[in-house]
């Protein structure tokens, strides 16, 4: 079955903190990985897309990674801001194009001041 | 450029009622998705259109969900009659058709269905 399992469920952390989620992925065929937020009341955004050859890829204080050998990626957060509250969201793509993705749950994230 | 924009925000309407939602997609963007995430489960797949064709329509869950996309422009989903587990938030999301590379999607702010 094609799952996706991320990690933790919840997470509070201070404002300026890091943080790290994770997630696993037993989706096969692999052909890319994604990262989405999404706030309350609005619809996923993307943040960053990996290919199964990307090992990382930033945007901004966002840097994700990926290892396609043990099917696991991970989405770090650096100096968290309060604005940074949000689920956020581990897709994956089985091909390039334009495919369904399949979702995880999420990781619920609340940055406090 | 307008994003994927969802009407209406939310619905509240009573089991064995219709309820048609829609989705403008994005100008120009021949694949209009529609995703489900009931309470406590993650986004789920429904349909993917490509232009005004039913490309994929394996997640849909019963012969009470019609979708269409008439022109290829905006589309609807109907569910007709609704059910209890109907309830949740439909999301539409669009993309451009690549022939190679990653295709990115664009969500819109979805529909929330409460079936009472």
């Known amino acids: 079955k094609n799952q996706v399992e991320q990690s933790p469920q919840s997470l509070i952390i201070l404002e300026g903190k890091n943080c790290t989620l994770q997630?696993?992925?037993?989706?096969?065929?692999?052909?890319?990985l994604r990262w989405y937020k999404q706030d309350t009341g609005r619809g996923p955004v993307s943040l960053t897309i990996?290919?199964?050859?990307?090992n990382t890829k930033s945007n901004g204080r966002y840097t994700a990674t990926l290892d396609a050998d043990t099917k696991q990626s991970s989405l770090h957060i650096t100096a968290s801001q309060l604005s940074d509250s949000a689920s956020y969201i581990c897709?994956?793509?089985?091909?390039?194009?334009?495919?369904?993705?399949?979702f995880g749950k999420g990781t619920r994230l609340s940055v406090i001041a | 450029e307008a994003g994927v924009t969802q009407f209406p925000s939310h619905s509240v309407i009573e089991k064995g009622q219709t309820v048609t939602l829609r989705c403008d997609p994005i100008?120009?963007?021949?694949?209009l998705y529609w995703y489900r995430r009931v309470m406590g489960k993650e986004i789920k797949f429904l349909l993917h259109f490509v232009k005004e064709s039913k490309q994929d329509e394996s997640g849909m869950p019963n012969n009470r969900f019609l979708a269409e996309r008439t022109g290829g422009t905006y589309s609807t989903l109907k569910v007709q009659p609704a059910e209890l587990e109907d309830s949740g938030v439909y999301f539409c999301?669009?993309?451009?058709?690549?022939?190679?590379?990653?295709?990115?999607?664009?969500f819109g702010p979805g529909t929330r269905l409460t079936v009472t």
């Open positions: 999301a669009s993309s451009n058709t690549y022939l190679a590379g990653v295709s990115e999607q664009y």
């Open positions: 897709v994956v793509s089985r091909n390039s194009g334009n495919t369904p993705l399949v």
């Open positions: 990996m290919t199964f050859s990307e």
């Open positions: 100008s120009g963007h021949d694949n």
């Open positions: 997630c696993n992925y037993t989706v096969s065929p692999f052909s890319n």
